[in-house]
Every structure is written in structure tokens, then in C-alpha cells.
């Protein structure tokens, strides 16, 4: 069992940036895929950002040239770099790792309790 456990977040002006970091207490380099998801209230968690175990990463459309994910797995920890922000950036952002388990694709999941980000002038 991997817990996961954000931190990071808290209140910026628009244009400013964050740095979330996601801390495993097992070794996130066993999980297929590392990704960021967020919430806004009313809203559905949504994507914004993954990078595989290999190393490769994909962006939701709305943070394409302002968010970069990177991971250190000799320190177990996913960050997430936030450019530029936006006030619809506010959200609490979710740390979520996976593990694919057979070859049936069945996999196991793993969430952090998220971390506040609002974004106000």
C-alpha cells in the first residue's frame, strides 16, 4: 500500500506560480503512470497532467505551456510546477498513482487527500 500525501498549495495572485510536491511512502518508480488531477467546486475532477514510469508526460489542454510535471524517485516525489496562474486554476489538486496488476489491465489506484490552490487577486 502506497500512501500519497500533497503539499504546496495555498493562495497566489494571478500570474504567480506554485510547485506542488506529492510524496509517496512507497516507491512511486513501481507505479505505471504518476498523474495530478483537480477539482473545482461544482466541477468534476479533472486531469491536468501525467508522466508515465518511463518518463514521458501529457498535459491537459488548459495547462500546455504553463504546468510541468517531473518526478525524483530516489526521493518517491511528484511535483507539479504552476505557471502563470489563473484564477480558474483554483482547485484542490490530487496527487494519483497507478499500477497495472495483470494482464487483464486491472490496476490499483492510489490518492492523496489533495492540497488547496486558490488563485486571487
Known amino acids: 500500500q502506497v500512501q500519497l500525501v500533497e503539499s504546496g498549495g495555498g493562495l497566489v495572485q494571478p500570474g504567480e506560480s506554485l510547485k506542488l510536491s506529492c510524496v509517496g511512502s512507497?516507491?512511486?518508480?513501481?507505479?505505471?503512470?504518476m498523474e495530478w488531477y483537480r477539482q473545482a467546486p461544482g466541477k468534476e475532477r479533472e486531469l491536468v497532467a501525467r508522466?508515465?514510469?518511463?518518463?514521458?508526460?501529457n498535459y491537459a489542454v488548459f495547462g500546455s505551456g504553463r504546468f510541468t510535471v517531473s518526478r525524483d524517485n530516489a526521493k518517491n516525489t511528484v511535483y507539479l510546477q504552476m505557471n502563470s496562474l489563473k484564477p480558474e486554476d483554483t482547485a484542490v489538486y490530487y496527487c494519483?498513482?497507478?499500477?497495472?496488476?495483470?494482464?487483464?489491465?486491472?490496476?490499483?489506484?492510489?490518492w492523496g487527500p489533495g492540497t488547496q490552490v486558490t488563485v486571487s487577486s
Open positions: 494519483h498513482g497507478f499500477k497495472i496488476v495483470n494482464v487483464e489491465g486491472a490496476r490499483r489506484d492510489f
Open positions: 512507497g516507491r512511486i518508480s513501481n507505479m505505471d503512470a
Open positions: 508522466i508515465t514510469s518511463d518518463g514521458n508526460t
